[in-house]
């Protein structure tokens, strides 16, 4: 069964994809940037952005009946490599316990140029009770 998830972006409608996919026991969770997507804000530091891309991926694990203890996968794609450091405190942070397999991309750009962050995860659906 196959079950999307739609985070609010107007991206994701006009751009044709889903926040999340939720199939065969994972939860896809497609790159997220550090938009406050109800606001349609960024905040303008990459770190601050990290923040704000791990909020919105919480809050997608959990309608998902998923969450950040449950992620096996992280991509990390980052504009500029002088950003890496403050984005991977923040992943460390979020991610210390966890500790996925994961993977961190200096990329030429992003969709916009203020987007500094982009955070791709795949999670695990708990096992039913």
Same mark, same amino acid.
């Given at each position: 069964?196959?079950r999307?998830? /739609? ?7 006009d *751009?044709? *994809?889903?926040r999340?996919?939720?199939q ?5 969770v ?5 938009? /406050?997507?109800a606001?349609?804000?960024?905040p303008e #530091? ?15 694990? /959990?309608?998902?009946?998923s969450?950040?203890?449950q ?5 990390? *794609?980052?504009?500029d490599?002088? /950003?890496? #450091?403050?984005?991977?405190t ?27 962050v982009?955070?791709?995860v ?5 096992p039913a009770?």
């Amino acid at each position: 069964m196959r079950r999307r998830i /739609d985070g609010g972006s107007s991206f994701e409608r006009d *751009y044709g *994809y889903s926040r999340a996919v939720v199939q065969n026991g994972f939860v896809f969770v497609a790159g997220t940037t550090g938009y /406050d997507y109800a606001a349609m804000t960024l905040p303008e #530091e990459a770190g601050a952005q990290a923040e704000a891309c791990w909020r919105t991926i919480a809050g997608v694990l /959990d309608e998902a009946a998923s969450s950040l203890e449950q992620v096996v996968r992280a991509t990390y *794609y980052v504009t500029d490599r002088t /950003d890496a #450091e403050a984005v991977l405190t923040v992943c460390g942070r979020v991610l210390r316990e966890i500790r996925p397999a994961a993977t961190l991309v200096v990329v030429a750009g992003l969709l916009r140029p203020e987007m500094k962050v982009e955070i791709e995860v795949t999670a695990a659906l708990p096992p039913a009770a």
